[in-house]
Each structure stands twice: as structure tokens, then as C-alpha cells.
């Protein structure tokens, strides 16, 4: 972990936020936006002869593949993380669905992941493997790894991961007994 805190005293803010982007999945949903056009310019100047029903699947069925893609990828744009002292949030994409919000009780430690990839997950979005617990990849590089206490871990591809372990376990440690 590169950035360590000043002294032992050092003091967090009251909210941390952290944020990872992926500017690839923009390409994805342009190619949504495609598929959209193509069912708008099918539907507006069809030269079909033989008749409306084939000509109705193809608009319907590619407004609806473009709806899909679009929402798709734009759903897993960017991740932002939100902790404060009470829980961990998730929340992805310009809408904040899907999101997820784990008190910090449930969270046993938290680890920092140097390497998170799509690959490792089955590819970007929120993901779930029995083996490995569930995910919310984004791109690749750095993540949090939080570990709960009944056994399941939840990982979150984020900028300056290593800072928000550092929270995250600030955070875990008991307080001083007054």
C-alpha cells in the first residue's frame, strides 16, 4: 500500500467517496444507440414486401436489443463508493442502480486488491461466483475486498482502494474505552 497516514493520529474525513470509471463501456452504448437507429430507420423507410409482420419482429427486435445494450452498459459507466461511519454504499451508473449498502457490523476486514479484472469475474457489470463472492467491476486495476462475517466477500473495483481499506479498518478498530 503506497499512501500511508501521517503519524498515528491521522484522522480520515467524516465521508470518504471513491470513484472508478470505465470509458470503454461508452463505445458499448453507442453501439445500443445503433441498433435503436437501425429498428427507428427500419420502421420509418421499409421497402418490405413481404409483409408486416416480418417487418415488425425486425424494428422490435432491434429497438429492444438497443434498449438492452444501451441501458446495459451505461448501468456499469463508472461505480461510486461512499463510506461513512455507519456503512459502506455502492451504487453504479448515472441512475445508482444497481446498489448495494453494507453496514460497517457485517464487515469482518477489508483488503486491498491490486489486480481486479473483468476476467477474473466474467466480464464488467455486478457479478456473483459461488467461489469467489460478488463483485462490481467496472474495469481493471485496483479494488476493495471487503470480507463479511458470514463468510462472503464483496469487491469493488475503485480509485485509491488502498485509502479506503485504510478507512475501512480505522473504521473496524474498536474506540477507546473512556
Known amino acids: 500500500m503506497r499512501d500511508h497516514p501521517h503519524g498515528d493520529n491521522a484522522t480520515h474525513p467524516e465521508v470518504w467517496t471513491g470513484r472508478a470509471t470505465n470509458k470503454v463501456q461508452w463505445v458499448l452504448a453507442l453501439g445500443g444507440a445503433a441498433f435503436m437507429a437501425l429498428g427507428v430507420e427500419l420502421a420509418v423507410d421499409s421497402a418490405w414486401t413481404s409483409g408486416i409482420a416480418p417487418l415488425v419482429m425486425s424494428v422490435v427486435g432491434c429497438i429492444a436489443a438497443g434498449l438492452l445494450v444501451l441501458f446495459g452498459t451505461l448501468a456499469f459507466v463508472h461505480v461510486d463508493m461512499k463510506l461513512d461511519k455507519e456503512c459502506v454504499e455502492v451504487r453504479c451508473g448515472h441512475i445508482g442502480v444497481p446498489r448495494r449498502r453494507i453496514p460497517l457490523s457485517h464487515v469482518a476486514g477489508a483488503e486491498f486488491a491490486e489486480h481486479v479484472t473483468p476476467r477474473q469475474w466474467g466480464g464488467w457489470g455486478y457479478r ?46 474498536p474506540g477507546p474505552s473512556l
Do not use: S
Open 128 to 173: 456473483w461466483r459461488p467461489e469467489k463472492g460478488t463483485a462490481v467491476v467496472v474495469r481493471r486495476g485496483e479494488g476493495v475486498v471487503l470480507r463479511l462475517w458470514d463468510g462472503h466477500t464483496f469487491t469493488i473495483t475503485v480509485d485509491n482502494a488502498e485509502t479506503a481499506v485504510r478507512v475501512i479498518r480505522d473504521r473496524l478498530r
